[in-house]
């Protein structure tokens, strides 16, 4: 008698756990909370969620100098440095040339640019494709662990490898919420 009240829920645990490994749960997420470097004010919070064939960028800024700022995901999570520059160079596991996120070739970690109003408030919203959090898919482009910096000056999205984008202003670490 016992076996006939296990078989049936037996297929519901199953698939309950092969929802739950798909990712069915809801979406996978990760955040970086922005703190400024040394003689700066630039705080924000960078929250992504994995979509088909990329990441959606959530980004909110504040305490920029109006106007454009670089903005990119770095090789290394590690903001120390009072500059940020342990954060290393751009995130660039493909070994494309610096570039505009909607034109052509460029860094895996190349963003659109941050744009503050006049009080230096900014917020961005994009799908960059090519990125994960999970580390499905090639892995390459797993962000977990890396680096985001806002710098001071725009992203010409041409010098190389950095875009000529000025001092970091700001700087966070990817981490996994969910």
Same mark, same amino acid.
Request: glycine letters at 16%.
């Given at each position: ?7 049936? #829920? ?5 698939? %309950?756990?092969?929802?739950?490994? +798909?990712? +069915? ?19 924000? #919070? ?8 990329? =990441?959606?960028?959530? @980004?909110? =800024? ?11 995901? $770095? ?7 009072? /500059? ?7 995130? &660039? ?5 610096? *570039?505009?996120?909607?034109?052509? /070739? $460029?860094? +895996?970690? /190349? ?7 006049? &009080?230096?408030?900014?917020? +961005?919203? #994009?799908?960059?494709?090519?990125? #994960? %959090? ?5 892995? &390459?482009? &797993?962000?977990? *662990? ?8 725009? /992203? ?10 000025? @001092?970091? =202003?700001?700087? *966070?670490? %990817?981490?996994?919420?969910?």
């Amino acid at each position: 008698m016992k076996s006939r009240f296990l078989i049936p #829920t037996l297929p519901a645990t199953l698939l %309950i756990a092969a929802c739950s490994n +798909l990712g +069915l749960g809801g979406p996978i997420t990760a955040e970086a909370p922005l703190a400024p470097t040394k003689g700066n004010t630039v705080s924000g #919070t960078v929250k992504f969620t994995e979509v088909d064939g990329g =990441v959606l960028v959530d @980004a909110s =800024v504040t305490g920029l100098s109006p106007g454009k700022h670089g903005f990119h995901i $770095h090789e290394k999570g590690d903001c120390s440095a009072p /500059d940020a520059t342990s954060a290393g160079g751009h995130f &660039n596991p493909t070994g494309k040339p610096h *570039g505009e996120p909607a034109k052509g /070739d $460029h860094h +895996l970690g /190349d963003m659109p640019m941050l744009v503050a109003d006049a &009080n230096g408030n900014a917020k +961005l919203g #994009t799908v960059l494709e090519g990125l #994960t %959090i999970s580390g499905k898919g090639n892995g &390459n482009g &797993n962000i977990v *662990g890396r680096g985001v910096i806002v710098h001071a000056a725009p /992203d010409d999205f041409t010098t190389q490898p950095t875009g000529n984008s000025g @001092a970091r =202003v700001a700087c *966070g670490v %990817i981490a996994r919420v969910k």
